[in-house]
């Protein structure tokens, strides 16, 4: 595999060409951002276990059946993937309420909802990621209706195997955002599965081991995202 030019950058990787048209490389990098990028900062080994978590999530995910655009991880902050057709949407999946849900349902944090709720987001940072419903993103033409389908479905398969992995380990999953792809007319999993884009919280005392302790200022950042990937393969 030989590292070709640079086609993106995001605020937490950059994605690279490769020899192969029909892959990519993914670079994880420390940069921390909220806000819509409003506050940024670097976690010097961020990159390097949001690599590995990934890494754990979707081996763990394509034993369960789960197709991803995951192929490999090839360096410390570098993970191979399959090159997707992306669809600009946000696929955001609640358990226990958090985050913004607290302001638009009036709820207290930590809530347990009593159904998985699932939403979707229109990635435009220019408009600030706002929540659309099927009618809007069929309108905008971002996707299919057989495609929503199929990405509610993998959501809801995704929150149960993860619910299942991560009590083993301790640890609550209260909500996480996903990204798709279409590969060969299939819509199939893309992004990361970390701390960045996941709400985890420890079963008994409720610590936060994710972004949040970014978002708050609470501190110990880089202490809880390593915390979460010792539970997940130690």
């Known amino acids: 595999m030989i590292k070709g030019n640079l086609l993106y950058e995001g605020k937490a ?11 990519l490389l993914v670079y994880f990098k420390d940069d921390a951002t909220a806000g819509n990028g409003a506050k940024h900062d670097i976690i010097e080994g961020k990159g390097i276990i949001n690599n590995k978590i990934s890494e754990y999530f979707f081996k763990q995910l394509k034993d369960r059946g789960i197709k991803s655009h995951f192929i490999e991880k090839i360096g410390e902050r570098e993970m191979l993937v399959k090159k997707l057709d992306m669809i600009k949407l946000e696929v955001v999946v609640r358990n226990i309420v958090a985050g913004s849900l607290v302001k638009r349902l009036g709820l207290e944090e930590g809530t347990p909802l009593t159904v998985p709720v699932v939403e979707y987001y229109y990635k435009s940072d220019e408009l600030g990621d706002p929540m659309l419903n099927r009618y809007h993103i069929m309108a905008l033409d971002l996707a299919k209706i057989d495609e929503l389908n199929q990405m509610e479905h993998v959501a809801f398969s995704i929150n149960t195997i993860l619910r299942e992995i991560l009590k083993a380990k301790n640890v609550d999953l209260i909500d996480f955002k996903l990204e798709f792809g279409r590969f060969d007319g299939e819509v199939i999993l893309a992004d990361e599965i970390s701390p960045d884009n996941c709400r985890f919280w420890d079963i008994v005392t409720h610590e936060k081991l994710d972004k949040d302790r970014f978002r708050q200022d ?11 990937l010792d539970r997940l393969t130690m």
């Open 218 to 228: 609470l501190g110990g950042v880089k202490e809880a995202y390593k915390e979460m």
């Open 13 to 23: 990787k950059t994605v690279f060409e490769t020899d192969n048209p029909n892959e």
